[in-house]
Every structure is written in structure tokens, then in C-alpha cells.
């Protein structure tokens, strides 16, 4: 929250200074420093924030490595198309080859990341499910992925290489089937939600992750006398606290 406060905060005032009737350029490129700074913190601290021990097909390392690759194939592409729609001459020169090459680049190691998340990842399994079950599509959502992404890059690939310009119509269509592709993965990390099996009761959640069958049926046995002390415990504490309010 912090980082997308800052960077966010940051941003605007950028786009504000601008349009100071004195505004000096090197207070503008400051600005533009900071900015950018932000938001690489930001985008770690997306990276880092589905980090949690409760939800174990989450808790790798593939999934920081993969949004930040996400954000290296999209970036450049939609970039492109900014650049494009206000008609940034040095486009048409090294720049647009060098985000594609960025882009191009991020997207084969970001195949990679997927396919090695796939074979770590889907044979997880808790006594309930297997991440293979949650997500059975899994290989088609990452070819789907690919795909959709080499489209895209292509688009805007096509006119650099034949010395065209990039028209604001094609940059668009690029940046539409880029982060189309980037999406049907989100879906599919969203599908692989796996917390570790629990039981529910009175007394909150009792994890059994990894546990013996037996040892499990034994967490449930104590969680069952925990809930009927804390049934006969409110039977006596509730008509006490009632009783002080309205006193």
C-alpha cells in the first residue's frame, strides 16, 4: 500500500509540475527518476505480497519472478503504443527495436518460468484436492499465453522491420493481445488457489497440511472439545457482559 501510495503520489506530482507556467527541466527529469523508482518498488511489492504459508501453491518463487516478467512483456508494448499516440518522433529510430528486444526477450524466459511452474507446482495436493485438479487447463491457459503474446509483439515487430511506422491502430492491437495473454495466466494463478486443507470450526481453522491421517483425526477431536468449552464458556461470560452494558 505504502509503495503504490508513493508512487502513485509521485506520478502526479510529475504530471502536475508540467503544466507550471516556469517549470524547469531538471526538476521534471528529477521527478521522472523518482517516479520510476517507485514503481520498480512497487511491482516488488505486488511480486511479494502472495507470499503466504496458508495458501502453499502460491508460496514459490516462480510467482515474483513471473509478475515481474509480466511486467517486462507488457511494458514495452504498451509503452509503444503511448509513445505512438503522441507521436514521439525517435520511435521509428533504435528505441521501438529496443523495447521489443525487451519485450521478445522477457516473454521466452517468462515460457520458461510457466513451464517450470507447472511441473513444481501442479503436483501439490492437499487431503482435499491437487492444484492439477484446480487448474486442469493449465498447459492449454500457458500455450494460450505464448501464443497471444508472440502475436502481439509481432504486430508492432512487423512495420519496424519493413522501415514502416508503427500506426496507433497496430501499437493498439499489440498492446490488446499482449496483455490479453498476460491475463488468461493471472486467471490461471487465481484458479490455482490451494490453501492448506483445514478444518472449520468453532474455534477457527486447524490446519492438517502434511499431517498423518491419524494425527489429523486427532486435531479434530481436540478442536470438537474446544468449541463445546467454548459453547458452555459463552453460556456464562455472554448474560455477564450483557448485564455490564446496560449498567
Known amino acids: 500500500m505504502c509503495a503504490a501510495v508513493l508512487f502513485l503520489g509521485i506520478s502526479g506530482l510529475h504530471w502536475l509540475y508540467q503544466f507550471a507556467e516556469h517549470a524547469r527541466q531538471r526538476v521534471l527529469n528529477v521527478l521522472l527518476g523518482a517516479a520510476m523508482v517507485a514503481s520498480l518498488a512497487f511491482l516488488i511489492s505486488v511480486a511479494f505480497a502472495y507470499a503466504s504459508r496458508t495458501v502453499v501453491t502460491w508460496d514459490t518463487p516462480f510467482v515474483p519472478v513471473a509478475l515481474c516478467l509480466n511486467a517486462l512483456v507488457g511494458g514495452p508494448v504498451l509503452a509503444l503504443f503511448c509513445l505512438r499516440f503522441s507521436r514521439w518522433s525517435p520511435l521509428e529510430s533504435r528505441v521501438g527495436g529496443m523495447l521489443l528486444a525487451l519485450s521478445s526477450a522477457a ?101 492438517c497440511w502434511g499431517t498423518d491421517p491419524v494425527e489429523g483425526v486427532s486435531m479434530i477431536a ?26
Do not use: W
Request: proline share 4%.
Open 107 to 207: 516473454l521466452l524466459a517468462n515460457a520458461g518460468v510457466y513451464v517450470a511452474q507447472g511441473m513444481s507446482v501442479l503436483t501439490m495436493r492437499n487431503y482435499l484436492v491437487s492444484a492439477e485438479q484446480l487448474v486442469p487447463t493449465y498447459g492449454a491457459m500457458a500455450t494460450v499465453f505464448f501464443l497471444l503474446a508472440v502475436a502481439g509483439v509481432a504486430v508492432d515487430a512487423l512495420p519496424l522491420m519493413r522501415g514502416r511506422g508503427i500506426s496507433v491502430a497496430s501499437a493498439a492491437i499489440a498492446s490488446a493481445l499482449v496483455f490479453a495473454g498476460i491475463f488468461v495466466m493471472r486467471f490461471a494463478f487465481y484458479m490455482m488457489h490451494m490453501p492448506t486443507a483445514s478444518v472449520y470450526s468453532a474455534v477457527g481453522v486447524v490446519p
Open 222 to 247: 481436540d478442536a470438537s472439545a474446544k468449541a463445546a468449552h467454548l459453547r458452555t464458556m459463552s453460556t456464562l461470560v455472554v448474560p455477564c457482559v450483557v448485564a455490564s452494558l446496560e449498567a
